[in-house]
């Protein structure tokens, strides 16, 4: 197995400028609306690759579109008028403001904001997501079912929930909202753990945490659930400083595999989906989950992503599209290099979230020392690994 060359057009700036850069490109605009701290929070980023638009410039387009159409009815309230970073959205909901008191915006985009928010009843911190529907016919139409399909899919989760899955409480509907009432989590992002980490972190800690998210895709797939949005923001810790606390959120792109109107939407965030989520006329399954984690353990591993940030988004959908990665040379261990290779391959050759967890990596034999001896026996292993899949 030889590794792919890397050439300057690919060589990726990550590793020094993570700490002084967010992990999306700002937009050129001084709209606050885009200056957002770590990944970027949108709809939909793969729609604008779809039209060949760069994402930021797609999203100030769709912007502005929804914003010329809700001031042709003032008869209502509109929910783009009212996402600001600082202005709250106003909502009909009584039940949600008689119980939770708002403390600050964490995170918006046109659909819906997310806000930390106190119980007033028991003092505790939560997560509410809220949602307005908009005065648009067509935006209205995709954006109810993908709230369906949202709330479908957290329902279930609440009834058959996971340790390492963000927790629903509750969930408030009233009139034109909807609100996910979620736990807090105080521990922050792994992009956010990263930078403190200065971007080393050591091979028990990238093995811990790989682990947990395994299972974590484990359960959801076995419910039949994809989550379709795996990168470093959706990824946080209950407990600041304790890596085995770590939950996977967002289920704002997860749908049943069944749900065949869903499955149509392609979502994603470049340079994490699985490359034939790009493609309309293939269909995709569980497996665009594997390849989405994959990229995420090479940014544990390397420090690096295997799409360079230093491109445009345009060059990085067309590349990613392609499947044309590159694995950075900090790659050092040979059996986390190769569970990450079997993980970004294309999706008839992807190993399942059953098969990851027993591949070598994970085995005693995988933390023995690089002697001579252990070499052959990591080779063994590797051997009936590969019969087995």
Same mark, same amino acid.
């Given at each position: 197995?030889?590794?792919?060359?890397?050439?300057?057009?690919?060589?990726?700036?990550?590793?020094?400028?993570?700490?002084?850069?967010?992990?999306?490109?700002?937009?050129?605009?001084?709209?606050? %609306?885009?200056?957002?701290?770590?990944?970027?929070?949108?709809?939909?980023?793969?729609?604008?690759?779809?039209?060949?638009?760069?994402?930021?410039?797609?999203?100030?387009?769709?912007?502005?579109?929804?914003?010329?159409?809700?001031?042709?009815?003032?008869?209502?309230?509109?929910?783009?008028?009212?996402?600001?970073?600082?202005? %709250?959205?106003?909502?009909?909901?009584?039940?949600?403001?008689?119980?939770?008191?708002?403390?600050?915006?964490?995170?918006?985009? *046109?659909?819906?904001?997310? =806000?930390?928010?106190?119980?007033?009843?028991?003092?505790?911190?939560? =997560?509410?997501?809220?949602?307005?529907?908009?005065?648009?016919?067509?935006?209205?139409?995709?954006?109810?079912?993908?709230?369906?399909?949202?709330?479908?899919?957290? +329902?279930?989760?609440?009834?058959?929930?996971?340790?390492?899955?963000?927790?629903?409480?509750?969930?408030?509907?009233?009139?034109?909202?909807?609100?996910?009432?979620?736990?807090?989590?105080?521990?922050?992002?792994?992009?956010?753990?990263?930078?403190?980490?200065?971007?080393?972190? #050591? /091979?028990?800690?990238?093995?811990?945490?790989?682990?947990?998210?395994? +299972?974590?895709? +484990?359960?959801?797939?076995?419910?039949?659930?994809?989550?379709? #949005?795996?990168?470093? #923001?959706?990824?946080?810790?209950?407990? *600041?400083?304790?890596?085995?606390?770590?939950?996977?959120?967002?289920?704002?792109?997860?749908?049943?595999?069944? /749900?065949?109107?869903?499955?149509?939407?392609?979502?994603?965030?470049?340079?994490?989906?699985?490359?034939?989520?790009?493609?309309?006329? =293939?269909?995709?399954?569980?497996?665009?989950?594997?390849?989405?984690?994959?990229? =995420?353990?090479?940014?544990?591993?390397?420090?690096?992503?295997?799409?360079?940030?230093?491109?445009?988004?345009?060059?990085?959908?067309?590349?990613?599209?392609?499947?044309?990665?590159?694995?950075?040379?900090?790659?050092?261990?040979?059996?986390?290099?190769?569970?990450?290779?079997?993980?970004?391959? #294309?999706?008839?050759?992807?190993?399942?979230?059953?098969?990851?967890?027993?591949?070598?990596?994970?085995?005693?034999?995988?933390?023995?020392?690089?002697?001579?001896?252990?070499?052959?026996?990591?080779?063994?292993?590797?051997?009936?690994? %590969?019969?087995?899949?």
């Amino acid at each position: 197995m030889k590794r792919r060359e890397s050439i300057a057009f690919f060589d990726s700036g990550f590793q020094n400028s993570i700490l002084k850069k967010t992990e999306r490109k700002k937009s050129n605009t001084n709209s606050k %609306l885009h200056e957002l701290k770590g990944e970027q929070f949108s709809q939909s980023p793969l729609q604008a690759t779809l039209n060949t638009i760069p994402v930021d410039q797609f999203e100030l387009q769709y912007l502005a579109r929804s914003n010329k159409q809700s001031k042709q009815n003032s008869s209502g309230v509109s929910f783009f008028n009212l996402t600001t970073q600082t202005q %709250l959205i106003q909502t009909t909901a009584q039940v949600f403001h008689e119980k939770y008191e708002i403390i600050k915006i964490l995170k918006e985009n *046109k659909q819906c904001q997310i =806000v930390q928010c106190r119980n007033i009843f028991n003092k505790e911190y939560v =997560v509410a997501k809220i949602c307005l529907q908009s005065q648009n016919v067509k935006i209205f139409q995709v954006f109810q079912s993908e709230i369906n399909s949202e709330i479908k899919v957290n +329902k279930t989760l609440k009834k058959y929930p996971h340790t390492k899955l963000m927790k629903l409480l509750e969930i408030i509907t009233e009139k034109d909202t909807s609100i996910f009432i979620y736990e807090y989590m105080a521990g922050g992002t792994l992009y956010e753990f990263m930078q403190q980490k200065h971007l080393k972190l #050591d /091979d028990s800690e990238i093995k811990t945490i790989f682990k947990q998210l395994l +299972k974590a895709l +484990k359960h959801l797939h076995s419910l039949n659930i994809l989550h379709r #949005d795996i990168k470093l #923001d959706n990824i946080m810790f209950k407990t *600041k400083g304790d890596i085995k606390s770590l939950k996977l959120i967002d289920f704002g792109f997860a749908t049943f595999i069944s /749900d065949n109107k869903n499955m149509e939407f392609r979502c994603g965030t470049p340079g994490y989906v699985a490359p034939e989520i790009y493609q309309q006329s =293939v269909p995709y399954n569980e497996l665009c989950d594997i390849y989405s984690l994959g990229a =995420v353990i090479h940014i544990l591993a390397t420090g690096k992503r295997i799409y360079s940030s230093k491109l445009a988004p345009k060059e990085i959908c067309e590349l990613n599209k392609k499947n044309q990665y590159v694995i950075s040379d900090n790659l050092k261990c040979p059996l986390l290099y190769d569970i990450i290779i079997q993980m970004l391959k #294309d999706a008839g050759q992807r190993p399942s979230v059953e098969k990851c967890l027993i591949h070598p990596y994970f085995t005693k034999l995988s933390e023995m020392k690089n002697s001579h001896h252990d070499s052959i026996n990591q080779q063994q292993q590797y051997i009936i690994f %590969l019969k087995n899949i």
